[in-house]
């Protein structure tokens, strides 16, 4: 039981580039979340999604877009990288009850730098 | 929009010391309130979690309190270990509080 999965572990990406990240859960949870984690500004949530084929808007949202095509996967697209978005990258994944109502359940991170 | 705040943003303790972190929310709907631990590259894993229908929880060191009334609720360790030291977050309606950065000293 691998929990959450992230790929890639690092990236690095010129300014106007595009780039997918993949999350994977093998728990069967309904719920999956991709947050950005800054220094200082604790995390924030871009995306998550209630179901297979809904997504949702968090609190930031601009700039991503992402799929869940699959129940196990959920994917965070850039489709025009910013410096603005170097960051570290979180996916979560919940059983029930999404709105903050259960325990996220963290992958270990996807470290994007965009110069 | 809903806030999180946590305080302090850092905190130094000596082993054996107890440590305690607190968290105000805005969302008076909200009724979950985790707290998740970071080690250093690594992601966030849950430590403990409170219910809104809960005033107190513990778990063997590690223990939260909750007041409804006054929307903020608090992480208690006691007896606190060098393997403590990490950040940690509090949540509320998937709002995230800035993180304390925990550092005991042997």
């Known amino acids: 039981n691998a929990g959450v999965t992230q790929t890639p572990k690092f990236r690095v990406l010129k300014t106007g580039q595009s780039m997918t990240l993949l999350c994977a859960q093998d728990m069967n949870h309904e719920y999956m979340y991709w947050y950005r984690q800054d220094p200082g500004m604790g995390l924030r949530l871009i995306h998550y999604s209630v179901g297979e084929g809904t997504t949702a808007k968090g609190e930031v949202p601009d700039g991503y877009n992402v799929s869940r095509l699959k129940k196990q996967n959920f994917l965070l697209g850039l489709e025009s990288a910013a410096p603005s978005q170097t960051s570290v990258y979180f996916c979560?994944?919940?059983?029930?009850?999404?709105?903050?109502?259960?325990?996220?359940?963290f992958g270990p991170g996807t470290r994007l730098t965009v110069l | 929009g809903e806030n999180v705040e946590q305080h302090p943003s850092t905190l130094s303790v000596q082993e054996g010391d107890s440590a305690v972190i607190k968290c105000t929310y805005s969302?008076?709907?909200?009724?979950?309130f985790p707290w998740y631990k970071q080690e250093l590259g690594k992601g966030p894993q849950l430590i403990i979690d409170i219910r809104s229908n809960v005033g107190e929880k513990k778990d063997q060191r590690i223990a939260v309190t909750l007041n409804k009334t006054a929307k903020h609720f608090s992480l208690h360790i006691t007896e606190t270990q060098p393997e403590d030291s990490a950040v940690y977050f509090c949540s509320s309606a998937l709002i995230f509080g800035k993180g304390t950065t925990l550092s005991v000293s042997s």
């Open positions: 969302d008076s709907a909200s009724n979950y």
């Open positions: 979560a994944s919940s059983q029930i009850a999404g709105g903050g109502t259960d325990t996220q359940y």
